[in-house]
């Protein structure tokens, strides 16, 4: 499967990480904030969460994420893995314009090793 499919997009969040997220007032869940949503896979939003803690990521099989991902999810494990690749590259890049370092090393480190798969 490939990363983009139109047949597959609906609206989804597109910048799920641990700063767009809201503790419910009762603190029985979390609430996703963030005004620009956009069209996309529902597996999107997933390849965001594969993009967060590269260090963390790279320490075991990088892929176990994706496929625990898409296990809770019942979403494509491969298409998890294809978004996450993308994010970290294009992340990565816009820390090191920023000189957000060491995160966007890290990230692109991570996108050269895991994007061979």
Known sequence: MAAHDDERALL???????????????????????????????????????REDPVELMSGDPFDR????AEQTGLDAEAIWEWGVIERVSTGLVCTSLDLQPIGRQMLEAADQISSR
């Not at 969040?13 to 767009?20: A, E, F, L, S, V």
């Not at 005004?35 to 529902?42: Q, T």
């Not at 994706?66 to 991902?69: E, G, M, Q, S, T």
Request: aromatic content about 6%; proline content about 5%; charged content about 20%.
């Open 12 to 50: 989804v969040h597109g910048d799920i990480h641990q700063w767009n997220t809201l503790t419910t007032i009762d603190r029985s869940g979390h609430k996703l904030i963030d005004p620009d949503g956009m069209l996309a896979e529902p597996e999107y939003d997933l390849g965001i969460l594969m």
């Open 66 to 69: 994706a496929a625990w991902l």
